[in-house]
């Protein structure tokens, strides 16, 4: 069903995408959108148990699109340094294909809120959960189940990590 990456070698473990996918904060989620044009936007998510989540405004384009076509693919860029003198960019990404939907039960959505403000503030319970308290009747809580995922490194990272010399 998925194609099989051509630079196969160059091709992250799928525990080396999740760990991208958990220590990273933010991608690009790319879903159907109207008139069947793409539409891509950035997002802030959360990993867990091969799912992602985050939350947006209550009426868009996202959420338009996420009701209108379940399947969306999510790409999270951890590494893009340009080498100049190589004319070349040393890079690690992942991108996952899936299916959205949006969390409806009220008990599920506030965990996975819950999840999305203990993630980006940490250290600021207090301020989460006066947000998560205001803003929760109008605020969408999604969430991506990841049927494929696929990392790929620059070939120079991969033979920097295999010891072998540029």
């Known amino acids: 069903m998925f194609r099989k990456m051509r630079r196969f070698k160059q091709q992250l473990a799928e525990d080396e995408c999740i760990e991208i996918l958990k220590n990273s904060t933010s991608g690009v989620l790319g879903l159907l959108g109207d008139d069947d044009y793409p ?12 799912k992602l989540y985050f939350h947006g405004a209550k009426t868009g384009h996202k959420n338009d699109a996420a009701m209108n076509h379940e399947k969306v693919s999510y790409c999270v860029i951890e590494k893009d340094d340009i080498v100049q003198e190589r004319v070349t960019t040393y890079y690690r990404s992942v991108i996952c294909f899936g299916r959205i939907r949006i969390i409806e039960d009220q008990e599920e959505k506030m965990k996975a809120a819950l999840m999305i403000g203990e993630r980006f503030a940490p250290d600021n319970k207090e301020g989460y959960m006066n947000e998560i308290d205001k803003l929760f009747k109008v605020m969408t809580v999604f969430e991506i189940t990841i049927e494929h995922m696929t990392g790929k ?10 010891g072998i010399k540029l």
């Open 39 to 50: 539409y891509t936007v950035p997002v802030s998510h959360v990993y867990k148990d091969g």
């Open 153 to 162: 490194e620059a070939i120079e990272l991969l033979r920097e990590r295999e």
